[in-house]
């Protein structure tokens, strides 16, 4: 099929979420240790961006390491801390060289606070970037609710809001992903089909891809594959498709989702 441009549809696919899953199993597969197939997926970032960058999404969302993955044995919890101080430290000034800006999103408070003065300077360093990328380090979809619901139950305890004035906006401006658009696109390597407590506010209405490779082998071609999946599916939100209609007007028909 023809290359899909997002000017040409009523909804363009601008922000794909991706929870990189695989690392583990694809180095078991090659009689590697673990932490070599967690450095063989950061190495597959730069590609990632790069091919969302020429399909005209402006922002990317990697699940990095989860509030679950603390339980994970204590020599991988230090050696993902050590790759992703690493992967700060050094990509840093070519994320910033590349327009790209860096957000990283989860709770920080058992970070060292050598991690944290490099999560901040990473983040001055890229913040004139028009891209965006977003990574999820210590982050759960419950914790970032309960984390704003904690932060609105204290405006109303000062009396800087009322219980009545409450609603989905105020949600969304206290979560942590607020000024990010919501995901049109998920998508999960290695063939599990859950999302794992991931940005679970923010993809109500997200589209679903699981893409069988490991993430290590999730290349330009698979993500453009995903990309024009998406482009194949009727988003809805809600309306019958007799109610959908495209940028130019004309009704779309029924398409079949997956």
């Known amino acids: 099929m023809p290359e899909s441009t997002s000017e040409s549809y009523t909804h363009p696919l601008k922000h794909i979420a ?20 967690h450095e063989a997926g950061v190495e597959r970032i730069r590609d990632i961006l790069r091919a969302a960058k020429e399909r005209n999404v402006e922002v990317v969302t990697l699940f ?9 044995p204590e020599l991988e919890v230090r050696g993902l801390m050590s790759l992703f101080s690493s992967y700060l430290k050094n990509e840093a000034k070519a994320l910033r060289d590349d327009g790209v800006r860096l957000r990283v999103l ?29 990574l ?46 919501d995901p ?13 407590n991931f940005l679970l506010w923010q993809m109500a209405y997200t589209e679903l891809y699981f893409a069988d490779c490991y993430w290590p082998d999730f290349d330009p071609a698979a993500l453009n594959t995903a990309i024009d999946e998406y482009y194949s599916r009727q988003r809805r939100f ?20 997956v």
């Open 184 to 196: 049109d696109l998920c998508i999960r390597t290695a063939g599990e089909q859950r999302i794992s």
């Open 64 to 72: 990095a390491f989860s509030s679950e993955n603390w339980k994970r």
């Open 106 to 134: 989860g709770n920080r408070s058992q970070f060292s606070d050598r991690l944290k003065r490099l999560i901040d300077d990473a983040e001055g360093i890229t913040a004139s970037g028009k891209f965006t990328l977003v």
């Open 18 to 37: 991706v929870i990189m899953d695989g690392n583990n199993r694809w180095a078991k597969q090659r009689g590697l240790s673990g932490i070599a197939g």
């Open 238 to 257: 809600g309306l019958r498709s007799d109610n959908v209609v495209e940028s130019d007007g004309a009704p779309r028909g029924e398409i079949a989702r």
């Open 136 to 181: 999820c380090v210590d982050y759960g979809g419950r914790w970032d609710i309960a984390n704003a619901a904690q932060k609105i139950a204290s405006e109303v305890q000062m009396g800087r809001l009322r219980p009545g004035d409450i609603n989905e906006a105020t949600v969304q401006k206290h979560l942590q992903s607020n000024g990010l658009p």
